[in-house]
Structure formats: structure tokens, C-alpha cells
Nanobody, 124 residues
Framework: QVQLVESGGGLVQPGGSLRLSCAAS????????MGWFRQAPGKEREFVAA????????YYADSAKGRFTISRDNAKNTVYLQMDSLKPTDTAVYYC?????????????????WGQGTQVTVSS
């Protein structure tokens, strides 16, 4: 089992920044690729970004490229999502997840463990 706890969400104005954190406990964190997904009200959960177990490879949704940066610190068992130039369309609950199944990083069914989510609201 891997337990994941997200933090860092909140209310921010358009154009602002937030840094989400996801702290992991349980099984060896460095064994897992990690991903961030988000779900807006009335919409499907969608992929945002992912990072390989080593941190060398990163993957982004088109909506996140150039604005969001995913990173990880295996010594701290934590993955981060730095979000800049935020837009109202980024408003959603953001979830981190641990990937244990082979396959595409942008598929939520490849992730086994999920956090409870943190709300991000972008509004003036």
C-alpha cells in the first residue's frame, strides 16, 4: 500500500502560481512513477503531468505544457506540481497518483494509489 496526501491547493488569481505537494508513505516511493490528474465539476478526470520513478522523464498534457512543472524528491517521498500562469480553466480538484501498471502515463487506469485531492480555484 502507498498512502498519498496532497497539499498546497487554494484560491489564486488568474496569472498567479501555486505549488502542490504530494507526500507518500508506505511502500518504497522511488519504485513508482507518479502522476497528477485533475477533475473539474461535471467533467471527467483528466491527466495533467507525470514523472518517471527516477525523475528523468516527465510528461505533460497539452494544457499544462509551458506552465506546469512536475518534480520529485525521492529522499523526501514527495512529488510536486508547480503551476504558473494559472487560468480559471485550471480550477479543479487535483489528485496525485502512484503508477504501478505498465502503459501510458496519461491513463488513469494505470495508477493504483490515489490521494484524496486538493482544491485549486483560479478566480478574481
Amino acid at each position: 500500500q502507498v498512502q498519498l496526501v496532497e497539499s498546497g491547493g487554494g484560491l489564486v488569481q488568474p496569472g498567479g502560481s501555486l505549488r502542490l505537494s504530494c507526500a507518500a508513505s508506505g511502500r518504497t516511493f522511488s519504485n513508482y512513477a507518479m502522476g497528477w490528474f485533475r477533475q473539474a465539476p461535471g467533467k471527467e478526470r483528466e491527466f495533467v503531468a507525470a514523472i518517471s520513478w527516477s525523475g528523468i522523464n516527465t510528461y505533460y498534457a497539452d494544457s499544462a505544457k509551458g506552465r506546469f512543472t512536475i518534480s520529485r524528491d525521492n529522499a523526501k517521498n514527495t512529488v510536486y506540481l508547480q503551476m504558473d500562469s494559472l487560468k480559471p480553466t485550471d480550477t479543479a480538484v487535483y489528485y496525485c497518483a502512484a503508477k504501478s501498471r505498465s502503459g501510458s502515463y496519461d491513463r488513469s487506469d494505470k495508477y493504483t494509489y490515489w490521494g484524496q485531492g486538493t482544491q485549486v480555484t483560479v478566480s478574481s
